[in-house]
């Protein structure tokens, strides 16, 4: 960590502890907090829209359930590599740090400016646009919400999640928890009263299951892009791996507790999407997870609508805690201005990184819309993930180089003025 810088003078104190500061983000992540992090983000707004786009592409029922198992196990085989190289290089910043430690300095470089003024941004403004869409859905029932509501809705989501991570750790993943369960809760809804339209005998959806299954590597390569954005989030964890307790042993744990158990969720939720309708009507429902609510729970159907915007402000929650992480280690490792680098020496949030992210996200809010925003974090954001796994066979091989923390070359110069010296602030690296 960078400490408070100081000047060497004949009136320095004796003791150098007296003039200098040093200021570590706490390990508050445990192992229910990491599983929460992880599920808590994968489970979005992916799993009650995604289903009717991969069933659209693929055209059978059992083929789309073949694409969902096979997304999970594609997250599980790359959080697996994120692990192993998460308990050897343990330095929060995820894909960043990964790519400076194997590549060096040049690559991560690139790789930051990406990340942080682009793809992290535009990840958090697309689901909170969703948190948006079922938050004031009740208040125009019949009609669609108004771009500008919607909007100022997603604002103001990301407004109140700045101020929740800006003030405590502890506080954060405390609502990730509880939001974690409440998603949960509300997926096993959805399970048992799948399992439950099944053993009625409602199975005629699989019969024939395969029938009208398109077999084009375009239109499963689709479908898997389509899968995969319900998956997002499996490499949440590594980048907070300097808060995590015992990251050797909480980082695999709480994978291969998270990423099985989404992946067996989103398969029953799938199979209970069609216990309860047919492909034509799943197709055709817009709102697959409402639409099942209608046909399943009645005058409960409102209690979908409400999981739905829980679970997207508990995705957005959980997206806004790593990304403000990557812009912080970023600019502790040099490659974005210094004040990005500082933390709040009373709450130990790195707030100033969260600011940041925080206007970005707005900026995009603003000036795009979901589907736009979508496609848009999505293409830069695989390229980016496969670096690092790319580079874990050297990882493996020679990991005692990986342990240091070599020197790196500052390729930007700060843009603002060093204001560690201030009462509240101290810069880090």
Known sequence: MR???TTHSPHSPADPSEGREKLRLKQEVGLISGVSLIAGTMIGSGIFMSPEWVLHHMG???????IWAACGVLATFGALSYAELGTVI???GGEYIYILRIFGSFPAFLFAYTSVILVRPAGLAAVCLSFAEYAVAPFYPGCSSPQVVVKCAAAACILVLTIINCLNVRLATSIMNVFTAAKLLALLVIVVGGLALLAKGQTQSFQNAFQNTTAGI???GVAFYQGLWSYDGWNNLNYVTEELKKPEVTLPRAVMIAIPLVTCLYLMVNVSYFAAMTPSELLTSGAVAVTWGDKVLGRWAWLISLSVALSTFGSSNGTFFSGGRVCYIAAREGHMPDILSMAHVRCLTPSPALLFTSAMSLVMIMSGNFTSIVNFFRQPE???QLGPISGRPAVHMEPSVFTGSPEHVRLL??????????EHWVGCT
């Open 382 to 384: 695989g390229p980016s």
């Open 60 to 66: 059978s029922p059992a083929s789309s359930l073949l």
């Open 3 to 5: 400490k408070r810088k």
């Open 90 to 92: 343990k330095e929060s």
């Open 413 to 422: 110069h700060p843009a603002f003025p060093d204001i560690s010296q201030q």
């Open 218 to 220: 375009g239109t499963v």
